[in-house]
C-alpha cells in the first residue's frame, strides 16, 4: 500500500500564474477529498468525490478554484489565477466510502503564492 | 451543522508522565464517529484513534485512549508514559453518514519535555 500520493511537495509561484495540484488515492478507495490547511482556518474541506463524481463543493472558496477527478486514480485541484491568500497546505485523502472509515492522508503541498 | 472545537491552542507534558488533550462537538446526531491525528512537523496527517458513538466502552490503543462522553458531546485523548516523539499537532475530528467527511477542530499543539 504506497499511501495517498500528492505533487508536487513544496509549489512556489507568482500571483496570477496557474497552479496544478495532484493526488493518486489508496487504491480501492471510492472516496477522495481536497483540505485546506491555514494557521487561521485550520483544516477545511474544500471538496470531496465518491466515485470520481463530485459530491460537495460548497467549500470552495471561489471560481478561481476547480477540481476534478477523471478515474479512479487521480484527482487535481487547480487555482487559476491563483493569489497571495492561497498560500497554504493543501491535502488530499482517500477512503472507503463506509461508515466511520478512516481518512489516509497524503503528505500536503505546500503552496507559496508571492 | 456540526462543529468541533479544541479550546486550548498548546500543551506542555513532560516526558514519562500523561496528558489529556481535549474536544468537545456539537451535532444533533445520534449515530456518528470520532477521530484524533496526529501531525508531527513532517506535516503527515496520523490516525490515533477512533470511537464510534455507538460504543460505550472507550476506544484504546497503545499509550493512548480516549474518554468518550456521549451525553456531553466531549471526546478527550489521553497520552500516557509520553514520548517525545509525541511532540506534535493534534486534530479532533467529527464524522457521520457513510461519505467519510470529516470535520476538524483547529487543533492543539503538544510540546514534550526532556
Known amino acids: 500500500d504506497a499511501g495517498v500520493i500528492q505533487s508536487p511537495r513544496h509549489e512556489v509561484t507568482e500571483m496570477g500564474q496557474e497552479v496544478t495540484l495532484r493526488c493518486k488515492p489508496i487504491s480501492g478507495h471510492n472516496s477522495l477529498f481536497w483540505y485546506r490547511q491555514t494557521m487561521m482556518r485550520g483544516l477545511e474541506l474544500l471538496i470531496y468525490f465518491n466515485n470520481n463524481v463530485p459530491i460537495d463543493d460548497s467549500g470552495m472558496p471561489e471560481d478561481r478554484f476547480s477540481a476534478k477527478m477523471p478515474n479512479a486514480s487521480f484527482s487535481t485541484l487547480k487555482i487559476q489565477p491563483s493569489e497571495p491568500r492561497d498560500s497554504a497546505v493543501y491535502f488530499c485523502a482517500s477512503s472507503r466510502q463506509l461508515f466511520n472509515s478512516p481518512l489516509h492522508f497524503g503528505n500536503g503541498t505546500r503552496l507559496t503564492v508571492t | 451543522a456540526q462543529t468541533v472545537t479544541q479550546s486550548q491552542p498548546e500543551m506542555s507534558v513532560q516526558e514519562a508522565e500523561t496528558v489529556t488533550l481535549s474536544c468537545t462537538y456539537d451535532?444533533?446526531?445520534?449515530?456518528?464517529?470520532l477521530f484524533w491525528y496526529k501531525q508531527p512537523p513532517s506535516r503527515q496527517m496520523i490516525l490515533v484513534i477512533r470511537q464510534e458513538a455507538y460504543k460505550q466502552q472507550n476506544a484504546t490503543e497503545n499509550r493512548f485512549s480516549v474518554n468518550f462522553q456521549k451525553a456531553a458531546k466531549s471526546f478527550s485523548l489521553k497520552i500516557s508514559d509520553s514520548q517525545l516523539g509525541d511532540a506534535a499537532m493534534y486534530f479532533c475530528?467529527?464524522?457521520?453518514?457513510?461519505?467519510?467527511?470529516?470535520?476538524f477542530g483547529k487543533g492543539i499543539t503538544l510540546s514534550v519535555r526532556p
Open positions: 475530528a467529527y464524522g457521520n453518514g457513510a461519505n467519510s467527511k470529516l470535520t
Open positions: 451535532t444533533s446526531e445520534s449515530d456518528y464517529y
